[in-house]
Protein backbone atom coordinates (compact mmCIF):
# COMPACT_ATOMS: atom_id res chain seq x y z
CA UNK A 1 0.00 0.00 0.00
CA UNK A 2 1.51 3.35 -1.06
CA UNK A 3 -0.21 6.48 0.12
CA UNK A 4 2.30 9.43 -1.13
CA UNK A 5 4.95 9.50 -3.79
CA UNK A 6 7.55 12.05 -3.54
CA UNK A 7 9.47 12.76 -7.23
CA UNK A 8 12.60 14.31 -6.64
CA UNK A 9 15.43 13.68 -4.20
CA UNK A 10 16.86 16.50 -2.58
CA UNK A 11 15.91 19.22 0.03
CA UNK A 12 12.37 19.85 -0.36
CA UNK A 13 11.35 16.37 -1.55
CA UNK A 14 13.14 14.78 1.75
CA UNK A 15 11.41 17.19 4.26
CA UNK A 16 7.68 16.35 2.43
CA UNK A 17 8.69 12.97 2.48
CA UNK A 18 9.52 12.90 6.60
CA UNK A 19 7.07 15.29 7.45
CA UNK A 20 4.13 12.45 5.69
CA UNK A 21 5.77 10.12 7.43
CA UNK A 22 5.65 11.55 10.51
CA UNK A 23 1.76 12.17 9.55
CA UNK A 24 1.26 8.59 9.52
CA UNK A 25 1.50 7.80 5.18
CA UNK A 26 3.38 4.99 3.98
CA UNK A 27 5.86 7.24 1.03
CA UNK A 28 7.70 6.55 -1.98
CA UNK A 29 10.75 8.98 -2.84
CA UNK A 30 11.91 8.43 -6.80
CA UNK A 31 15.51 10.05 -7.20
CA UNK A 32 16.44 10.08 -10.50
CA UNK A 33 20.74 9.99 -9.59
CA UNK A 34 22.22 7.10 -8.33
CA UNK A 35 22.94 6.71 -4.54
CA UNK A 36 26.23 8.14 -4.57
CA UNK A 37 24.83 11.62 -6.18
CA UNK A 38 21.34 12.29 -4.79
CA UNK A 39 20.76 15.31 -2.87
CA UNK A 40 20.43 17.44 -6.28
CA UNK A 41 21.56 21.00 -5.94
CA UNK A 42 20.97 20.53 -2.04
CA UNK A 43 24.52 18.74 -0.83
CA UNK A 44 26.11 22.72 -2.79
CA UNK A 45 23.95 24.78 -0.33
CA UNK A 46 25.92 25.29 2.95
CA UNK A 47 23.45 27.46 5.18
CA UNK A 48 20.12 28.10 6.18
CA UNK A 49 18.96 32.17 6.12
CA UNK A 50 16.79 32.52 9.74
CA UNK A 51 14.54 35.13 10.78
CA UNK A 52 15.24 35.76 14.61
CA UNK A 53 14.07 38.37 17.67
CA UNK A 54 16.71 37.89 19.61
CA UNK A 55 20.46 35.52 19.50
CA UNK A 56 20.22 32.03 19.06
CA UNK A 57 22.59 29.42 19.70
CA UNK A 58 24.49 29.75 16.21
CA UNK A 59 23.59 33.27 15.28
CA UNK A 60 24.33 36.63 16.89
CA UNK A 61 22.20 39.96 17.33
CA UNK A 62 18.74 40.08 15.55
CA UNK A 63 17.04 39.42 12.09
CA UNK A 64 13.60 40.50 11.84
CA UNK A 65 10.58 39.48 9.32
CA UNK A 66 10.52 42.83 7.47
CA UNK A 67 14.52 43.09 7.02
CA UNK A 68 14.07 39.37 5.81
CA UNK A 69 11.59 40.46 3.56
CA UNK A 70 13.53 43.37 2.36
CA UNK A 71 16.68 41.10 1.69
CA UNK A 72 14.37 38.66 -0.29
CA UNK A 73 12.67 41.32 -2.52
CA UNK A 74 16.22 42.56 -3.61
CA UNK A 75 16.80 38.81 -4.70
CA UNK A 76 13.54 38.77 -6.56
CA UNK A 77 13.17 41.69 -8.21
CA UNK A 78 9.64 42.31 -6.91
CA UNK A 79 8.41 38.85 -8.33
CA UNK A 80 7.49 37.12 -5.16
CA UNK A 81 4.39 35.76 -3.64
CA UNK A 82 3.84 37.84 -0.24
CA UNK A 83 1.41 36.05 1.89
CA UNK A 84 3.93 32.67 0.88
CA UNK A 85 7.12 34.64 1.42
CA UNK A 86 6.28 35.51 5.10
CA UNK A 87 5.25 32.17 5.51
CA UNK A 88 8.65 30.86 4.95
CA UNK A 89 9.99 33.73 6.62
CA UNK A 90 8.11 33.52 10.19
CA UNK A 91 8.57 29.36 9.82
CA UNK A 92 12.65 29.41 9.41
CA UNK A 93 12.70 30.96 12.90
CA UNK A 94 11.36 27.67 14.56
CA UNK A 95 12.38 25.19 11.80
CA UNK A 96 15.85 24.26 13.22
CA UNK A 97 14.36 21.93 16.06
CA UNK A 98 12.92 19.64 13.31
CA UNK A 99 15.68 19.73 11.13
CA UNK A 100 18.02 18.90 14.61
CA UNK A 101 15.29 16.00 15.33
CA UNK A 102 16.18 14.41 11.81
CA UNK A 103 20.10 14.36 12.58
CA UNK A 104 21.60 17.85 11.42
CA UNK A 105 23.90 19.93 13.28
CA UNK A 106 24.34 23.73 12.70
CA UNK A 107 27.76 25.05 13.34
CA UNK A 108 28.68 28.97 14.02
CA UNK A 109 29.90 31.00 11.27
CA UNK A 110 33.74 30.80 10.55
CA UNK A 111 36.44 32.63 9.44
CA UNK A 112 35.13 34.46 6.08
CA UNK A 113 31.45 34.24 6.93
CA UNK A 114 31.49 36.08 9.79
CA UNK A 115 29.34 38.92 8.38
CA UNK A 116 26.64 36.10 7.77
CA UNK A 117 26.65 35.04 11.60
CA UNK A 118 23.75 37.63 12.08
CA UNK A 119 21.34 36.30 9.30
CA UNK A 120 22.73 32.65 8.32
CA UNK A 121 22.74 29.19 10.68
CA UNK A 122 25.93 27.13 8.89
CA UNK A 123 24.94 23.32 8.48
CA UNK A 124 28.41 21.23 9.77
CA UNK A 125 29.29 19.48 7.18
CA UNK A 126 27.56 21.36 4.97
CA UNK A 127 24.72 20.28 2.50
CA UNK A 128 25.64 16.95 1.94
CA UNK A 129 25.90 16.42 5.49
CA UNK A 130 22.76 17.87 5.84
CA UNK A 131 21.31 15.53 3.02
CA UNK A 132 22.76 12.32 4.26
CA UNK A 133 20.81 13.63 8.12
CA UNK A 134 17.67 13.36 5.93
CA UNK A 135 18.47 9.74 3.92
CA UNK A 136 19.28 8.50 7.69
CA UNK A 137 16.00 9.27 9.24
CA UNK A 138 14.15 8.57 5.84
CA UNK A 139 15.54 4.93 6.35
CA UNK A 140 14.83 4.45 9.96
CA UNK A 141 11.44 5.83 9.30
CA UNK A 142 10.91 3.04 6.70
CA UNK A 143 10.57 5.38 3.87
CA UNK A 144 11.60 3.50 0.41
CA UNK A 145 13.68 5.49 -1.71
CA UNK A 146 14.55 4.15 -5.22
CA UNK A 147 17.68 5.39 -6.94
CA UNK A 148 18.28 6.13 -10.67
CA UNK A 149 14.34 5.94 -11.14
CA UNK A 150 13.54 8.49 -13.83
CA UNK A 151 9.74 9.62 -14.23
CA UNK A 152 10.10 10.18 -17.74
CA UNK A 153 6.28 11.73 -18.16
CA UNK A 154 3.34 12.24 -15.99
CA UNK A 155 0.24 11.68 -17.03
CA UNK A 156 -2.60 14.22 -16.39
CA UNK A 157 -6.13 14.13 -16.52
CA UNK A 158 -7.74 17.63 -16.93
CA UNK A 159 -4.79 19.02 -14.91
CA UNK A 160 -4.63 16.22 -12.41
CA UNK A 161 -2.54 13.71 -11.76
CA UNK A 162 -3.36 10.33 -12.66
CA UNK A 163 -0.16 7.90 -13.05
CA UNK A 164 3.99 8.52 -12.98
CA UNK A 165 6.26 6.74 -16.24
CA UNK A 166 9.04 5.09 -14.51
CA UNK A 167 11.98 3.77 -15.46
CA UNK A 168 14.79 2.39 -13.69
CA UNK A 169 17.23 -0.29 -12.76
CA UNK A 170 13.97 -2.47 -12.59
CA UNK A 171 12.57 -1.55 -15.84
CA UNK A 172 9.31 0.50 -16.69
CA UNK A 173 6.69 0.74 -14.61
CA UNK A 174 3.34 2.88 -13.93
CA UNK A 175 2.69 4.17 -10.77
CA UNK A 176 -1.45 5.50 -10.56
CA UNK A 177 -3.28 7.22 -7.94
CA UNK A 178 -6.50 6.09 -6.30
CA UNK A 179 -9.83 7.24 -6.93
CA UNK A 180 -10.17 9.15 -3.61
CA UNK A 181 -6.86 11.03 -4.19
CA UNK A 182 -6.27 14.84 -2.95
CA UNK A 183 -3.58 16.33 -5.26
CA UNK A 184 -0.71 18.22 -2.84
CA UNK A 185 2.67 19.58 -3.74
CA UNK A 186 6.23 19.70 -2.04
CA UNK A 187 6.67 23.14 -2.33
CA UNK A 188 10.22 24.56 -2.48
CA UNK A 189 9.13 27.95 -2.07
CA UNK A 190 8.79 27.39 1.48
CA UNK A 191 12.36 27.09 1.53
CA UNK A 192 12.65 27.04 5.37
CA UNK A 193 14.12 23.20 5.21
CA UNK A 194 11.13 22.48 6.18
CA UNK A 195 8.49 21.72 3.22
CA UNK A 196 4.75 20.78 4.60
CA UNK A 197 2.70 18.61 2.35
CA UNK A 198 -0.38 20.53 1.46
CA UNK A 199 -3.19 18.12 1.66
CA UNK A 200 -4.50 14.78 3.78
CA UNK A 201 -4.06 11.53 2.66
CA UNK A 202 -6.21 8.66 2.98
CA UNK A 203 -4.74 4.98 2.52
CA UNK A 204 -5.66 3.12 -0.34
CA UNK A 205 -5.12 -0.19 -0.80
CA UNK A 206 -2.20 -1.01 -3.51
CA UNK A 207 -2.59 3.22 -4.69
CA UNK A 208 -1.10 6.27 -4.54
CA UNK A 209 -3.82 9.06 -3.07
CA UNK A 210 -0.61 11.64 -2.96
CA UNK A 211 1.52 12.84 -5.02
CA UNK A 212 4.44 15.02 -3.58
CA UNK A 213 6.46 17.47 -6.38
CA UNK A 214 9.59 18.79 -5.19
CA UNK A 215 10.05 21.92 -7.09
CA UNK A 216 13.94 22.48 -8.04
CA UNK A 217 16.50 24.12 -5.90
CA UNK A 218 16.31 27.19 -8.01
CA UNK A 219 12.86 28.65 -6.37
CA UNK A 220 14.33 28.16 -2.85
CA UNK A 221 14.03 31.85 -0.88
CA UNK A 222 16.20 31.06 2.05
CA UNK A 223 18.26 28.46 1.70
CA UNK A 224 22.03 29.48 0.22
CA UNK A 225 25.30 28.96 -0.83
CA UNK A 226 26.49 32.34 0.40
Not at 9 to 35: D, I, K, Q, T, W
Not at 80 to 93: G, H, Q, V
Not at 196 to 211: D, H, I, K, N, Q
Request: overall charge neutral; glycine content about 10%.
Amino acid sequence: MLDVLVIGGGNAALCAALMAREAGASVLVLESAPREWRGGNSVHTRNLRCMHDAPQDVLTEAYSEEEFWQDLLKVTGGLTTESMARLAIRESSSCRGWMRQHGVRFQPSLSGTLHLSRTNAFFMGGGKALMNAYYRSAEQLGIEVRYEAEVERLELDDGRFVAAHVNGPAGAQRIERAPAWWPAAASSPTANGCARPGARTRPVSGRLTTLLYAAPASTWACCSRT
